[in-house]
């Protein structure tokens, strides 16, 4: 059956149906053409470039506030795998003899702990004329818009591998570990003469429909119990929601955390810059810095500062011991290419200048739990088994 093309007064028709151009900034992709250029002014008269500085303005904090939290995650390695001791042989002295030889001795079993890896990709596309147009900010904002993408995906991988529990297989064929998640037959290595059970578990249901000074203090254990948050430098952050860091806020010391729930044995004190408030009481000790590595800190919880993120899935809690920005004991590797010139967000120019110019943004990184001992996850709800949660970064 052939097909009539007929005209409107501003579109053709092929069958009754009225065929539309297609414009290049749609969100399904495509060229940014001369009309996308945008004029000088909104209606109402605001300047479009004060409107591109705020968007800027805007994805520059953002991209702060992500980064800040990922670099106290996380550390950058070029491994493909570690092997990490799973046990202690306690080597013995002898007492010597004239003529006998002491006995050998071996090091303990290793496990092994990979790191995933993936290349990503993103494009900018114009043409000729569009560029020859458009404001240098209007540039600049898809520049930043990728920056602030490139920080989107890192952040999501991390967390990601944080909350899952399931274990993964790497390009390599090595695993690749969440936390201590008492499934998989392997128990952590002693501390202190302390061992633990292979069903040694770091996602935990809270038990109850709210949170309770039980379920901070649980957390804070079963860290510092591998030695993980005890050393100099070393510090436990509590990550949550507003909503359920408001809830901390409210403990004191010798009440209970919650109707029915346990007695908290610390009182949650306000950082130093939290709003005025008028109390009968006083602070021994030192009061909680109003920041910590550019994360705004809410107050303290026992030895703990309570940080409130927006990144952090609403009902849960997450527990980690840092020791500071990309240190090498924080809980995740985020592992880059063993070339130099394959790390990082790299920027590649397209095929041509004339008449269309692509633009290509590239990443390849992996993640992986290379501490699986010092971090929490808490999942409140009432009863069940701990569900992975969805990232939305």
């Not at 274990?167 to 290595?189: H, K, M, V, Y």
């Not at 990550?239 to 109707?259: H, N, P, T, V, Y």
């Not at 009968?280 to 026992?302: C, D, H, R, W």
């Amino acid at each position: 059956m052939r097909s009539r093309l007929l005209m409107t007064a501003e579109y053709p028709l092929i069958d009754g149906i009225p065929v539309f151009p297609i414009f290049g900034s749609d969100p399904a992709g495509g060229y940014h053409t001369q009309g996308d250029v945008l004029v000088s002014h909104t209606s109402d008269g605001v300047p479009l470039d004060t409107l591109w500085d705020t968007l800027r303005d805007l994805l520059s904090i953002w991209r702060e506030r992500q980064d800040a939290l990922l670099s106290l995650l996380a550390f950058d390695t070029t491994d493909v795998a570690e092997a990490v001791p799973q046990s202690l042989s306690h080597f013995q002295f002898e007492e010597a003899s004239e003529f006998g030889e002491p006995k050998a001795h071996q090091g303990g079993d290793s496990l092994i702990l990979g790191y995933g890896f993936s290349d990503y990709d993103l494009a900018t596309r114009y043409t000729w004329k569009y560029l020859r147009d458009a404001t240098a900010r209007q540039i600049e904002f898809d520049m930043n818009a990728a920056l602030e993408a490139d920080q989107r995906l890192r952040t999501a991988k991390v967390l990601g591998r944080l909350f899952s529990p399931a274990q993964r297989i790497t390009p390599e064929g090595n695993p690749e570990f969440g936390l201590w998640n008492g499934a998989d037959s392997i128990a952590p290595i002693e501390y202190l003469g302390k061992t633990f059970a292979s069903d040694h578990n770091h996602y935990l249901v809270s038990g109850a429909a709210a949170i309770d000074s039980g379920d901070v203090e649980d957390s804070i254990g079963l860290i510092t119990e591998h030695g993980y948050g005890t050393t100099q430098g070393s510090r436990i952050l509590v990550f949550a929601s507003q909503m359920l860091c408001d809830q901390i806020a409210s403990w004191r010391k010798g009440e209970e955390s919650r109707s029915g729930g346990p007695v908290a044995k610390f009182d949650f004190i306000p950082s130093s810059d939290a709003p005025a408030y008028l109390s009968t009481e006083f602070i021994v000790g030192q009061t909680p810095p109003a920041e910590y590595n550019n994360l705004k800190v809410m107050g303290s919880y026992g030895h703990a500062l309570i940080v409130p993120h927006i990144l952090v899935p609403n009902g849960y809690l997450l527990t980690v011991a840092t020791s500071g920005r990309n240190s090498p004991q924080n809980v995740v590797g985020i592992r880059h290419h063993s070339n130099p010139a394959y790390r990082g967000l790299r920027q590649i120019p397209g095929k041509g200048q004339y008449p269309l110019i692509d633009s290509y943004f590239q990443r390849s990184f992996g993640v992986g739990v290379r501490h699986r001992g010092a971090a929490v996850v808490t999942q409140v709800k009432a009863s069940g088994s701990y569900e992975t949660p969805a990232i939305s970064v």
